[in-house]
């Protein structure tokens, strides 16, 4: 079976500029999540999918970041515009049963985000 | 508040030593679940095990045990015989009954060298 997979792998930009990653969920998790990892720091919760809805998304730092799980599958997260800060590891995990934190979420490889 | 704390930012080992990597964690809530993920130079985070808050036994897999003590909110990890494959970055996480939001520790570097 095919673990959570994220793409690309490694995003390089310029301040101002877009990018959109994307998050394939092991197949049958209803729930998804995205993490962000900044300079070294702790890694970081962004938001909570459960299915196509927003379930939490108290971790999202400011609205230049959309979050969009449609259809219930892969999600993608937007940075627009991007900004140094936004620089880090975005990770990626899924789980399958929305257990009231009991439930182990797995995570993806992570894409590097790299803002110039 | 919940917290994690890894007070070991990098620890270093000849191959075939013990190590043990430490976790203390802060919650109020009385459910609450530890996760311990590692992170290979590859990237991803693997999960490793999750404890819930009623189930102190410790637990061995292999050359990995987990001592969990409720009385020092401590979820310690050790890794006995280390092997240059155990070279990677270890994260202690934690989170309630009531929120599927995890929250990690800063992670711990462990080298072991041959």
């Known amino acids: 079976e095919a673990g959570v997979t994220q793409f690309p792998s490694h995003s390089v930009i310029e301040k101002g500029q877009t990018v959109t990653l994307r998050c394939d969920p092991i197949?049958?998790?209803?729930?998804l999540y995205w993490y962000r990892r900044v300079m070294g720091k702790e890694i970081k919760f962004l938001l909570h999918?459960?299915?196509?809805?927003?379930?939490?998304e108290s971790g999202m730092p400011n609205n230049r970041f959309l979050a969009e799980r449609t259809g219930g599958t892969y999600s993608t997260l937007k940075v627009q515009p991007a900004e140094l800060e936004d620089s880090g590891v975005y990770f990626c995990?899924?789980?399958?049963?929305?257990?009231?934190?009991?439930?182990?979420?797995?995570f993806g490889p992570g894409t590097r985000l790299t803002v110039l | 508040a919940q917290k994690v704390t890894q007070a070991q930012t990098e620890i270093s080992v000849v191959e075939k030593e013990d190590v043990t990597l430490d976790c203390v964690y802060e919650?109020?809530?009385?459910?609450?679940?530890l996760f311990w993920y590692k992170q290979p130079p590859s990237g991803e985070l693997v999960f490793l095990i999750r404890?819930?808050?009623?189930?102190?036994q410790n637990e061995i897999s292999g050359r990995y045990s987990w001592n969990f003590q409720k009385s020092t909110s401590s979820f310690n990890f050790t890794i006995t015989a280390s092997q240059v494959v155990d070279s990677a970055v270890y994260f202690c996480?934690?989170?309630?009954?009531?929120?599927?939001?995890?929250?990690f520790g800063t992670g711990t570097r462990l080298q072991v060298f041959p």
């Open positions: 995990a899924s789980s399958q049963v929305d257990g009231g934190g009991a439930d182990t979420q797995y």
């Open positions: 919650t109020r809530d009385t459910t609450y679940y």
């Open positions: 996480a934690l989170n309630s009954y009531n929120t599927d939001k995890l929250i």
């Open positions: 404890r819930n808050s009623f189930d102190e």
């Open positions: 999918f459960v299915k196509e809805s927003k379930q939490d």
């Open positions: 197949s049958g998790h209803d729930n």
